[in-house]
């Protein structure tokens, strides 16, 4: 199925550190959604955009939705140990309830 | 709990078996999503249910594959004369509405599949 390209693949950090990973795609969305999945779980939702351009923020988390409609970055800022998992960023075209998954970026934090 | 319930939540089964996947919602959310999750992968939208609409079925991979929600809660995904590639967690999802009305999907933890 269609996936979004999502990187970096994987990011190994040390802790206190700042994380940045985006999403790309050659279609236009009306959402972008970023989701983190621990081990054995089903994925959270972190952040949602809904307005291109839009930069919103959760706590040490912000992400903003491109003003093309085809890309969406997540910034975590001051990591820390518990950030430990994989980041998925979806989106959703007009007219659908689908969501498209990117590849995900996993996160490790070392102390 | 207050969230989306799947079980069983590990199957494994022999190539060739039919599987039963079953999706309890969170109550009042009337869209439904069934998704797989490959080893290391994102997630692949398989088909989605919206109120008593005919529900989008343009995921599934293969004829092997079905699903149903009786009564707008309860879903269950069959998998028909299992195939190794079948095994993947698979996802549910629900949100309160459908057709774009901005209502993010809260996932269950998913059935972890196995076939031998």
């Known amino acids: 199925g269609q996936q979004l390209n999502q990187s970096p693949q994987s990011m190994f950090i040390q802790e206190g550190e700042d994380v940045s990973m985006n999403c790309t795609s050659s279609s236009i969305f009306n959402t972008w959604l970023w989701y983190k999945q621990d081990p054995g779980e089903g994925p959270v939702l972190l952040i949602a955009?809904?307005?291109?351009?839009e930069l919103t923020s959760n706590g040490r988390l912000t992400a903003q939705f491109g003003i093309t409609r085809k890309d969406s970055f997540l910034n975590i800022s001051a990591s820390i140990p518990s950030d430990v998992g994989i980041y998925f960023c979806?989106?959703?075209?007009?007219?659908?309830?689908?969501?498209?998954f990117g590849t995900g970026t996993r996160l490790q934090v070392f102390p | 709990g207050a969230g989306v319930s799947q079980s069983p939540s590990n199957k494994v089964t022999e190539k060739g078996k039919d599987v039963e996947l079953r999706c309890d919602p969170i109550?009042?959310?009337?869209?439904l999503y069934w998704y797989r999750q490959s080893l290391g992968q994102g997630l692949e939208f398989l088909i989605y249910?919206?109120?008593?609409?005919?529900?989008?079925k343009s995921g599934l991979p293969s004829d092997r594959f079905s699903a149903e929600r009786t009564g707008g809660s309860v879903s269950t995904l069959t998998i028909q004369r299992t195939q190794q590639e079948d095994s993947a967690v698979y996802l549910c999802a629900s949100s309160p509405f459908g057709g774009s009305s901005n209502q993010p999907q809260h996932f269950g933890d998913g059935t972890r599949l196995s076939i031998l």
């Open positions: 979806a989106g959703q075209g007009r007219g659908t309830d689908k969501l498209i």
């Open positions: 955009l809904y307005k291109a351009g």
């Open positions: 109550s009042g959310h009337t869209a």
């Open positions: 249910f919206q109120g008593n609409s005919a529900p989008d």
